[in-house]
C-alpha cells in the first residue's frame, strides 16, 4: 500500500466531495447574478466529475502499487491530470465570480491535463500487462 498516494486520495476525494457540493448549491445560486454561467457551471461540474473519478482510481491503485511497477506512474500521471485538467477548470469556471481576468493562458492548460490521464490510463494497462500475476 502506497501511503502517499492513500493520503492524497483521500484529501482529493474530500475535496471533490466538498467541491461538489459547492457548485450544486452555492454555484446554482449565483446564476442569477451573471456572474456564473449556466456553461461555466456545467464546467465545473465536469471538473468535479474528473477529478472524483480518478481520485478513485487511485485509491484502488495504491493497494496495488507495491505489486506492480508502473502502476504508481499511472497514478502519478492521474494526480497531474487532477491538478492540470480539474485545476484549471475550476479556475475558468469560476474566472467570473472571482473578478479574474486575463487567464486566457489557462485554456491550453486544460488539454494537458487530459493528455495526463490518457497517459495514466495508458501506462496502466502497460502495467498489467507486464504484472506477473
Known sequence: ????????SGFSGALAVALGAMGAHYLKSKLETGLITEANLQTFETAVKYQMYHTIVILV?????DKVKLITTAAYC???????????????????????????????????????FI?????????????KK
Open 1 to 8: 500500500m502506497n501511503k502517499r498516494l492513500l493520503l492524497f
Open 61 to 65: 491503485v495504491a493497494s496495488f502499487a
Open 78 to 116: 492521474f494526480i497531474a491530470g487532477i491538478i492540470l485538467f480539474s485545476g484549471s477548470l475550476y479556475i475558468l469556471s469560476l474566472a467570473g465570480l472571482l473578478g479574474l481576468s486575463h487567464i486566457g493562458w489557462l485554456g491550453p492548460v486544460t488539454p494537458l491535463g487530459g493528455l495526463s
Open 119 to 131: 497517459t495514466g490510463w495508458v501506462v496502466l494497462g502497460i502495467g498489467g500487462l507486464k504484472s
